[in-house]
T-cell receptor
Framework: DVKVTQSSRYLVKRTGEKVFLECVQDMDHENMFWYRQDPGLGLRLIYFSYDVKMKEKGDIPEGYSVSREKKERFSLILESASTNQTSMYLC??????????FGPGTRLTVT | GENVEQHPSTLSVQEGDSAVIKCTYSDSASNYFPWYKQELGKRPQLIIDIRSNVGEKKDQRIAVTLNKTAKHFSLHITETQPEDSAVYFCAASIGPNTDKLIFGTGTRLQVFP
């Protein structure tokens, strides 16, 4: 059974802080993703990675960066958190078939 | 850019009735169409997917149909049960590559006993 875990379920940060969200998968998947989920907007892709040290921008990369130093770990970084980044963040991994296996999500509040 | 439209945004049905959720997509090269179910407070989970070389796929009470000409696909749930209550998301690949999916905005399904 695929397991995707995220470092925090809930996080509260102040404006301007640097924020790290971490994701780990245990199925040796090449592809990993970071999505943002907001009511009425569905799931929007921030960044994805198809291999270690490889990354590609998604639909809404502004204000975010990512790091993938090991195959099983994909980190999302908010360099300077802003209130409009308050959201639910979902990590996912995927085998070549394309199915996404999601983590439990991190609800980030920036005050 | 490419987009996926999903309707309706909310759907209420009586237990035992059928529910249908529809999505349209814009990229004629899309060839992978998954559906995800997200229960309250939980992560989205894949419930069924279809590829462009088939027109219909069924798994017990759920089925997905695809009309490539019209560029739309639908999720059908028969004999609905209260545990079907959730938010459902459709998605379509951008082009033939499944690396990128565009998700619909979701449908909140409520099944009343």
């Amino acid at each position: 059974d695929v397991k995707v875990t995220q470092s925090s379920r809930y996080l509260v940060k102040r404006t301007g802080e640097k924020v790290f969200l971490e994701c780990v998968q245990d199925m040796d998947h090449e592809n990993m993703f970071w999505y943002r989920q907001d009511p009425g907007l569905g799931l929007r892709l921030i960044y994805f990675s198809y291999d270690v040290k490889m990354k590609e921008k998604g639909d809404i990369p502004e204000g975010y960066s990512v790091s993938r130093e090991k195959k099983e770990r994909f980190s999302l970084i908010l360099e300077s958190a802003s209130t409009n980044q308050t959201s639910m963040y979902l990590c996912a991994s995927s085998p070549p078939t394309g199915a996404r296996y999601f983590g439990p999500g991190t609800r980030l509040t920036v005050t | 850019g490419e987009n996926v439209e999903q309707h309706p945004s909310t759907l209420s049905v009586q237990e035992g009735d059928s529910a249908v959720i529809k999505c349209t997509y814009s990229d004629s090269a899309s060839n992978y169409f998954p559906w995800y179910k997200q229960e309250l407070g939980k992560r989205p989970q894949l419930i069924i997917d279809i590829r462009s070389n088939v027109g219909e796929k069924k798994d017990q009470r759920i089925a997905v149909t695809l009309n490539k000409t019209a560029k739309h696909f639908s999720l059908h749930i028969t004999e609905t049960q209260p545990e079907d209550s959730a938010v459902y998301f459709c998605a379509a690949s951008i082009g033939p590559n499944t690396d990128k999916l565009i998700f619909g905005t979701g449908t909140r399904l409520q099944v009343f006993p």
